[in-house]
T-cell receptor, first 118, second 114 residues
Framework: GAVVSQHPSRVICKSGTSVKIECRSLDFQATTMFWYRQFPKQSLMLMATSNEGSKATYEQGVEKDKFLINHASLTLSTLTVTSAHPEDSSFYIC??????????????FGPGTRLTVL | GENVEQHPSTLSVQEGDSAVIKCTYSDSASNYFPWYKQELGKRPQLIIDIRSNVGEKKDQRIAVTLNKTAKHFSLHITETQPEDSAVYFCAPQDLDTGRRALTFGSGTRLQVQP
């Protein structure tokens, strides 16, 4: 149980285009999902917290108009990188926290999406 | 916010030796202390965690020890094997705040030499 998928696993796009990444919890409901970005040989940095049915909360320095997050259901959150540029090339990972776990905070990560912007 | 540091940043050991990674945090209210393992190009996976009311927890070859007074906790791996080679991240948290996003340490790259 507690499986999180991401699609696509890899994407290469041209500068200026938009890319959508999906994060799904396959066997549980998640009221909250998180989006992280990881540059090579670096740690995971939180970009935003995605809440089902409400607006995402972005971390300082993350442009909400550039990284659009939609959490339309209890099992799906999407991250759209708009007008992508080479500096957006990174490994994007989502995580989901199962609903109803109280204060316990085990999170389950997706396999990540490697974005390359040419 | 939480300021998290990990040491060492890289660690190379011979197979069968022990490895210890230390995580120092700043928020004295932190009460949950997990360790994640991330293999190259893969997702992070929780390998062990501890709550603040416990000083040590062990699960086979891995253990976590906590020193709340000094604000640090450590990951111990005994009888290391090549498959332990990965990057390890700590992510201390205060579960009482309601904030559920993880603040990861900078990571420790462990290389186990056969």
């Amino acid at each position: 149980g507690a499986v999180v998928s991401q699609h696509p696993s890899r994407v290469i796009c041209k500068s200026g285009t938009s890319v959508k990444i999906e994060c799904r919890s396959l066997d549980f409901q998640a009221t909250t999902m998180f989006w992280y970005r990881q540059f090579p040989k670096q740690s995971l940095m939180l970009m935003a917290t995605s809440n089902e049915g409400s607006k995402a909360t972005y971390e300082q320095g993350v442009e909400k108009d550039k990284f659009l997050i939609n959490h339309a259901s209890l099992t799906l959150s999407t991250l759209t990188v708009t007008s992508a540029h080479p500096e957006d090339s990174s490994f994007y990972i989502c995580s989901a926290r199962p609903r109803g776990r109280g204060t316990y905070n085990e999170q389950f990560f997706g396999p990540g999406t490697r974005l390359t912007v040419l | 916010g939480e300021n998290v540091e990990q040491h060492p940043s890289t660690l190379s050991v011979q197979e069968g030796d022990s490895a210890v990674i230390k995580c120092t945090y700043s928020d004295s209210a932190s009460n949950y202390f997990p360790w994640y393992k991330q293999e190259l190009g893969k997702r992070p996976q929780l390998i062990i965690d501890i709550r603040s009311n416990v000083g040590e927890k062990k699960d086979q070859r891995i253990a976590v020890t906590l020193n709340k007074t000094a604000k640090h906790f450590s990951l111990h791996i005994t009888e290391t094997q090549p498959e332990d080679s990965a990057v390890y991240f700590c992510a201390p948290q205060d579960l009482d705040t309601g904030r559920r996003a993880l603040t990861f340490g900078s990571g420790t790259r462990l290389q186990v030499q056969p």
